[in-house]
């Protein structure tokens, strides 16, 4: 069964690193022994070593041992030595563009055996078919636009209606109006901040603050509160 | 002589299309009939027949003509035969991946040959030599990230420092530096609504509101009040 904890966001104001997500991370993991292989590869303006050194540092504290991807020579016994998968957040396409030297068919088959997989922001988004929802900006171009490609529908993470005061940028949900308009039938699920979805087989639950919003074309935005339901 | 006029935005709160743009449009046309070859192709939730009939009448209102360039069936005539060249904003994505189908060399030939370019918003940003400083979601996958390549450094259009309070999203500051980190010793000119840069050959004016910020690697933001400027 397919488990995943796709948080919107890792850190809310005034909130230490992971801080809101830290208890649904421990419920989804649960209270046993994890070896979390972390990627870091979405960090851009910070080495992969930094980024790894401050979550190794909360896993810990949660109770969880933290591996570096970007440490280990051998990806498939990396993968196979895991017992969860962490993604971080940064940009997307950074990301993607790592993720796309090897990791991905790997990533992919370990969670359809059942490894819970947990993604904060790009680490979410990449949970998707293709980065095509990405909020990020495009810095450097990956092979291709095809992700990891565990869940059926597109994730946007750090979701919000509002918008800068007086400034004409196209909103999110007219962005998404976008995506929908040139990839009808799949779905996209908006996800604020302080959100999350799990996913757990067949069946998912919305977790956090807030509301999530799912948009597909044609229809009107589904709101879910915190709970479980399908879609 | 290359010239551009490269446009943030089109349309300002409260003001018509190509309102606060019409005067630096005419300025930069000349008071002389125009045949405009305009590129709706940026246009994602309406269509390019609609895009090009509100910009053929804002054109004739100012004294120009416009030709659609998704009507034309010969790329090369259609280039051969304009006085200009206009590409409207939108999606940036969308916008490339139709120059990309044969289009591109044709514009960049022409407007070296010194026949007048204007760009708003995506249409300024593809003036840059690639897409990899667009606001843009990447709703749609182009051949590649390359772009018109008129102009040595990038644009980002609708630049600003703002963000939506309380929302943990990157700042457009913390993006430009993103790219800056990948892609070092290139200039991103940040150009905010209401603003504009115009390249005349090898001289450069910011003109409209505010100033321009012009970022690179390892320097301090250069920010630029209307008039000339070198850089």
Redesign the interface.
Known sequence: MKRLLLLS?S???GEPFLGWAEKHIKEFLGDTERKILFFPFAG??FSFDEYFEVVKERFGEMGYEALGAHLLKDKEKAVENCDAIAVGGG?TF?LVHYLQDGWIELIREKVKEGIPYIGWSAGANVASP????????????PK??ESLDLISFQINP?F?E?????????TRP??????L???PGIQVFGIP?GGLVQVNGDSMQYKGIGQLSIFEKGKEVMNVSPGSFSY
Chains 1, 2 share one sequence.
């Open positions: 966001n850190t809310l104001p851009v303006t940009n950074h293709t980065i095509r929802t990405t909020n990020d900006m495009p810095i450097i171009e291709n636009f750090h919000t509002e918008q800068i005061p007086n400034h004409g940028g196209e007219m962005r998404i109006a976008e995506f308009e040139i990839n901040e």
